[in-house]
């Protein structure tokens, strides 16, 4: 069998018995094609039980100088999951990645947050926009009431951009004050919204296309699906005509919804939850994030800043008993 082949049958495999979401299956293509075309290129046996250890490691040094640590290591996953599949399906005796040990560090970023300041700020612009609009809006007002309900919807639940783009009504469930979410690898959630001026919201956009025959819950002009770039830059509009200097995506939603409840003393697993994180490690980001926040509020307002003891740089400090810090 050659790899264009494989390449066939396991994105079949995912496709039609794994259920893969199509955002998967199509960066799955993405990264078995450029590999190869690499194979193609380097004239590498295009033959499955061929492509060894040697290919893979010349692929890697190829791939680190084009792309990043987190490509390089998506693009390998990706790769490996074809493997395994292969002989799996006992097309080869062994795959390749069998005791290869690849190790691809990434670097640890924190994620970006509003402040609760931020947020407020941003809020009062919406809402003294949509406070002016009436009974009976305009086009251009419907517009504004629908970017206000996707702040919401974004800020109350903390939803990946994709996952707000491809709501349904029959996702949105006013009355239970419940969305339901289908994350990635289609894994279903149900998130509560408690808050009344949220499902208001909420609840005056979905009056306001009752009568488009459309099943998506947020739509553009035309009545059509919203796109997740339609998302994205309505979020960078709005928040740059607030006066938020900062960069801000629907991600960074998500992760500040997440930090303020983590300070908030809300259990990691309920997070977790609401997130739909498979596995816990990814939420345990937040952590960190909240650790950095706590270092900055105890530098600013702990109440050891405010004792005078009349020292200044000239003074040497007194000498305090060493039993003073030791543990009793």
């Not at 590498?44 to 680190?64: D, F, P, Q, V």
């Not at 924190?110 to 407020?120: C, M, S």
């Not at 800020?155 to 783009?165: H, I, P, Q, S, Y």
């Not at 050891?304 to 007194?318: E, V």
Request: with cysteine; net charge positive.
């Amino acid at each position: 069998m050659i790899f264009e082949q494989a390449i066939q049958d396991f994105l079949f495999h995912c496709q039609y018995e794994k259920n893969l979401a199509e955002k998967t299956l199509s960066a799955y293509r993405t990264d078995l094609t450029q590999f190869n075309q690499y194979i193609l290129a380097g004239r590498h046996s295009r033959k499955i039980g061929e492509i060894g250890k040697e290919t893979l490691r010349a692929y890697l040094k190829h791939l680190s100088n084009l792309a990043g640590p987190k490509t390089v290591k998506r693009k390998f996953a990706t790769l490996n999951a074809l493997f395994h599949f292969l002989e799996m399906e006992d097309s080869i005796v062994v795959s390749p990645f069998r005791k290869l040990q690849i190790r691809i560090i990434l670097e640890q970023r924190l994620p970006h947050v509003l402040t609760r300041a931020d947020i407020q700020q941003l809020w009062r612009y919406l809402y003294q926009k949509a406070g002016r609009i009436g009974a009976n809006p305009k086009p251009r007002e419907r517009l504004l009431l629908r970017d206000v309900a996707i702040f919401e919807m974004l800020f109350a639940t903390g939803m990946r951009v994709a996952e707000v783009a491809g709501l349904t009504r029959d996702d949105v469930d006013l009355e239970e004050g419940t969305v339901r979410v289908f994350g990635k690898g289609r894994r279903e959630r149900l998130i509560p919204i408690c808050e009344p001026e949220v499902l208001s919201c909420l609840a005056r956009y979905r009056q306001l296309t009752a009568d488009r025959p459309s099943r998506s819950f947020f739509m553009n002009y035309k009545g059509q699906s919203m796109t997740e770039e339609a998302i994205r830059l309505l979020v960078k509009k709005h928040t740059a005509r607030a006066g938020l200097e900062k960069k801000v995506t629907p991600h960074t939603f998500r992760h500040t919804v997440a930090t303020l409840l983590l300070e908030n003393g809300v259990n990691m697993r309920y997070i977790q939850a609401l997130l739909g994180h498979s596995n816990i490690s990814t939420t345990q980001i937040y952590a960190r994030v909240n650790a950095l926040a706590q270092r900055e509020v105890l530098g600013k307002q702990h109440p050891r800043n405010r004792i005078i003891t009349g020292m200044d740089g000239n003074t040497p400090a007194p000498a305090y008993p060493s039993a003073v810090f030791l543990p009793t």
